[in-house]
């Protein structure tokens, strides 16, 4: 497992030390670590990016601007800052599947989907994404013909990217709440697409 | 440098292992992790690519082995007792020097959520004159730095093409190692697969890269 590691305990340790002799110098403060938990536990994550996507596939201005200046359409939604300072928005079409991943670390729009999930950052994505991206989906459950284009975006810039999903069928007649509730952080990463309401989708 | 950290194409690494219904944070360590880089950051003695720099100085087996908020602490302790934050030695005994002055924290609990909403943008709004143009042909540079670059060794000197001109950024390759901004035009280039990794890819496939004018020279 990425995540297991030997070393947790005497690291756990060392990083309470730290923390003490901060607190005790000044250098931070526990109510600010307190409240930097909470808001990426609790307030930032991916149901942001969600309503963006809904709000694009009800509303074509919004739509147009995303694709523009992303950053400028999300933050009308109320959704900005750290990570997600510069961002793009690639759409997926029935010919076109965007893939977004940070080969060199860990790179990924915080103020839309929240802190990245742990494979995201390991080493079998990062390393496979680019070279063999038909391969990883495979993995994810997405077979894609060969006449769809695949397009890996490696993110190791300051550009941070959003996919846009299909629009699944059957949902024309859904609310723009309701829209939102289909969609998943691993069809905004790109990794899966939207399922019909009511086949349900994982994350 | 040509650090383990650069994954890009790399094999044998496993299949990919999905949990899930995963937490953002497994342990509460790795949330007091997260939460103390966020803060000492706020102190602004070093710029966030001076961090990933310091996490691809962890030798390579070591940064195979750590998970990534292991990483994490690893490049924070660094980076602490080179900029005076705290010594060494209090990091090891959990108790401050004696007499030691008490600071007062950038980061509180009250000044946190317009300090996330505005964020550490890196561009920059000044005059510098594009070397390239969208459309334009062009070729990563066969550069092999030992420091920190964002240019991954799976593009260098292959054939792209500038798809985008996203203004002008902090040039990562200074700015992590104190020497300065450099700021300057930064283009999304499109690779085709196969130009990458040859016949094996897919005949449409392609893969995008957002790089600093420094890297690239016309092709």
New interface residues.
């Given amino acids: 497992m990425e995540n297991s590691c030997t070393g947790c305990d005497s690291l756990g340790e060392s990083q309470i030390r730290i923390g003490r002799t901060h607190e005790v110098r000044g250098v931070v403060d526990r109510a600010a670590l307190d409240a930097l938990i909470d808001t990426y536990e609790h307030k930032v994550g991916p149901r942001n990016g969600a309503r963006v996507i809904a709000r694009a596939w009800v509303d074509p201005a919004f739509k147009q601007r995303l694709l523009t200046d992303a950053t400028a359409a999300i933050s009308e939604l109320g959704y900005s800052g750290h990570q997600g300072e510069h961002m793009v928005v690639v759409e997926n079409t029935p010919k076109l599947h965007n893939l977004v991943v940070c080969t060199l670390c860990s790179c990924y729009p915080w103020p839309v989907l929240g802190l990245p999930p742990v494979w995201y950052k390991s080493a079998p994505y990062r390393s496979r994404a680019v070279i063999d991206p038909r391969g990883v989906l495979c993995e994810f459950g997405l077979e894609l013909p060969e006449d769809v284009e695949v397009r890996v975006w490696d993110s190791t810039a300051e550009l941070r990217y959003l996919v846009l999903p299909e629009r699944p069928t059957g949902s024309e007649e859904l609310s723009e709440e309701a829209l939102a509730a289909l969609v998943t952080r691993d069809a905004m990463i790109g990794v899966a697409k939207i399922a019909p309401p009511g086949e349900g989708s994982r994350a | 440098m040509n650090g383990v ?7 044998d ?10 937490p ?6 790795e ?6 880089m ?3 950051r706020a ?1 602004r003695k070093w710029t966030g690519d001076a961090f ?1 720099h310091q ?1 691809e100085l962890i030798p390579p087996a070591e940064y ?5 908020y ?1 990483q994490w ?1 690893a490049g ?2 660094e980076l ?1 007792v080179k900029t005076g ?2 010594t060494r030695a ?7 020097t004696p007499n ?1 002055p ?4 950038p ?3 009250d000044n ?2 317009p ?9 920059r709004d000044v005059p510098v004159v594009p070397r390239f143009k969208v459309g334009q042909r062009v070729r990563p540079r066969n550069m092999h730095p030992v420091g920190h670059t ?1 240019l ?1 060794r ?1 593009v260098r000197a292959k054939l792209g093409k500038i798809e985008r001109d ?1 203004g002008v ?2 040039f990562p390759d200074t700015n992590a190692h104190f020497l300065g901004e450099k700021p300057q035009h ?1 283009y ?1 280039v499109r690779f085709a ?1 196969r130009e ?2 040859g016949e094996q ?12 004018d420094d890297y690239l020279e016309p092709a």
């Avoid at chain 2, 008490?102 to 924290?105: D, L, M, Q, T, V």
């Avoid at chain 2, 300090?115 to 561009?123: D, E, N, Q, R, V």
């Fill in positions: 950290h650069d994954m890009g194409g790399m094999h690494m496993r299949p990919v292992q999905y949990e899930e219904n995963e953002v944070f497994h342990e509460q360590w949330s007091r992790a997260f939460a103390l966020r803060a000492m102190w990933r996490r195979l082995r750590m998970s990534y292991e602490i924070l302790v602490l934050l705290v209090e990091v090891e005994s959990g108790e401050p030691s008490k600071a007062i924290p980061l509180t609990a946190l959520a300090l996330i909403a505005h964020g550490t943008p890196a561009s964002r991954p799976y996203h950024f902090v930064v999304s697969a990458l990794w890819a897919a005949r449409h496939d392609a893969v995008y890269l957002d790089l600093w």
